[in-house]
């Protein structure tokens, strides 16, 4: 590519960004004004001994291998008496969005859903009723 030409490439990516960038904080400013702030949403307290995180191991169907785990925690946003409700929707719904993602790469996926984790005390993980009770510890990663 000739050196004017990159020269136009990059004046029209600033220009765009700028744009861009001007644009969003138009919106967010006219949203402010509105009264339309981000609210906090109220939290419950999260009772271990009644409601346990779900667990889904997605594992290749054609070799039986397993590809990931995933720890669905129950939504603490919910009042007490929605929370077993959302939390199976939200459960429902990480199913679809990695059965449609794996569908797009051509994954042979299968899904394995356990609804009986159990808090083990001593070592402070989420245990599996299945696989020798493997452990979830919850804690985010660093890297």
Known sequence: MSAPKRWWRAF????????????????????VIAGRLPLEVERRDWNKSVEAPILVD??????DRRI????????????????????????????AV????????????????????????????WTSSTDGGFAYDGQRSTA
């Open 98 to 125: 990695i059965a449609r993602g794996a569908a797009e790469m051509v994954y042979s996926t299968r899904f394995e859903t356990d609804y009986g984790l159990r808090w083990d005390r001593d070592r402070e993980v």
């Open 12 to 31: 029209a990516e600033g220009v765009g960004a700028f744009l861009d960038e001007a644009a969003f904080r138009v919106v967010l400013a006219c949203r």
């Open 68 to 95: 990931f785990s995933a720890v669905v925690w129950p939504p603490l946003e919910s009042s007490e008496e929605d929370a077993l409700r959302g939390h199976r929707v939200r459960v429902d719904q990480v199913k």
């Open 58 to 63: 997605v594992s290749d169907w054609t070799d």
